[in-house]
C-alpha cells in the first residue's frame, strides 16, 4: 500500500510533497508520486503532432519526477518513493486510475495557487476528488512546509450526528488506528440539533422565536447553534443570539 501525491512541475508548488510525506512516514508506507498527463486523441495525425505531444507529455513527466525526487530527497532521504505517470483525459480520472492500480491507502494534492499562503483551496481537480476519491483525501495548505512533528499527529472529523454520517467516523478511526502510536490521534466534533444552554434559556423566553426556531429543521437548528458557539467572544455570542431571536420572532430565517 502506498500514499499517492498529485503532482505536476511548476503547479500548485510543493506543498502536497511535503504533506504527502507526512502522511507516509506516519503510516509506515511509502509513497508514490504521480503526474497525470493529457491523453492524445486516438484519431492519427498525418503532420507528427502525435509524436511532437508525446515527447512533450514524457518530458513533463521527467520534469515532475525529478523536481520531486529533489524535494522529497532532503526531506526524508530513507522514504521509499516511486514515480508515475498517468495519461488521462482529466487530472481527476487519472489520479482515480493511481489510486485502484496502486492500491494506495491516501490521496495527497496541493492548493490551487488562488488564495493565500496558509490557506487551504480547493481547485476543480481537487473539489471533483472529495465526491468521488474511494480513499481519504488531504489537501495541503498554500506554502505549507511541513509541521515541528514531521508527522500527523491528529485527525479531526467534523461529524453531524446523524445514523447516515457514521461510516465517516468509522473510517476516520480505522484510518487512524493505522498508525503505531495511536493514543490521541483522532478527535471528532459532533453538533446537537438543540441549542445549548445559556443560549436556549434565553430564546424560549420569546415565545413566538422558540416556537418558529423548534419548528425549523435539524440542520438549520444546528447551523445556529454552532453559529452562536463558534464565536471567540462572549459579547459576540450574545450578539448573534439576539439577531437569532428577533428573526425568529418575525418568523424568518437567518440567511
Not at 233 to 248: C, D, G, M
Request: charged fraction near 25%; aromatic fraction near 8%; include cysteine.
Amino acid at each position: 500500500m502506498t500514499v499517492i501525491v498529485g503532482y505536476l512541475a511548476g503547479k500548485a508548488g510543493i506543498s502536497a510533497l511535503h504533506l504527502g510525506v507526512e502522511a507516509a512516514r506516519t503510516l509506515k508506507t511509502a509513497l508514490s508520486v504521480v503526474t497525470v498527463v493529457p491523453r492524445p486523441w486516438t484519431t492519427p495525425s498525418p503532420a507528427r503532432i502525435d509524436a511532437e505531444y508525446a515527447q512533450y507529455a514524457d518530458k513533463l513527466a521527467a520534469d515532475s519526477a525529478a523536481q520531486a525526487k529533489a524535494c522529497i530527497a532532503k526531506l526524508d532521504p530513507m522514504l521509499e518513493v516511486g514515480f508515475y505517470k498517468y495519461a488521462h483525459r482529466s487530472a481527476s480520472g487519472g489520479l482515480l486510475d493511481a489510486v485502484k492500480e496502486l492500491d494506495a491507502q491516501a490521496l495527497v494534492l496541493g492548493s490551487s495557487a488562488d488564495g493565500s499562503l496558509g490557506q487551504v483551496v480547493v481547485g476543480s481537480t481537487a473539489d471533483r476528488l472529495l465526491h468521488s476519491s474511494p480513499v481519504p483525501l488531504a489537501i495541503s495548505p498554500r506554502g505549507y512546509r511541513g509541521s515541528k512533528t514531521h508527522g500527523l499527529t491528529r485527525i479531526t472529523c467534523a461529524y453531524p450526528g446523524t445514523p447516515e454520517s457514521l461510516h465517516v467516523v468509522e473510517r476516520v478511526a480505522a484510518f487512524a488506528a493505522r498508525r503505531e502510536n495511536r493514543s490521541g490521534i483522532y478527535s471528532y466534533e459532533q453538533r446537537s440539533e438543540q441549542l445549548p444552554e445559556p443560549y436556549a434559556s434565553r430564546l424560549r423566553k420569546n415565545q413566538k422565536a422558540w416556537e418558529f426556531f423548534q419548528a425549523q429543521a435539524p440542520s438549520y437548528r444546528k447551523m445556529m447553534g454552532w453559529w452562536i458557539v463558534s464565536a471567540k467572544k462572549a459579547e459576540t455570542r450574545l450578539k448573534r443570539l439576539r439577531k437569532l431571536i428577533e428573526e425568529s420572532a418575525r418568523r424568518r430565517l437567518l440567511r
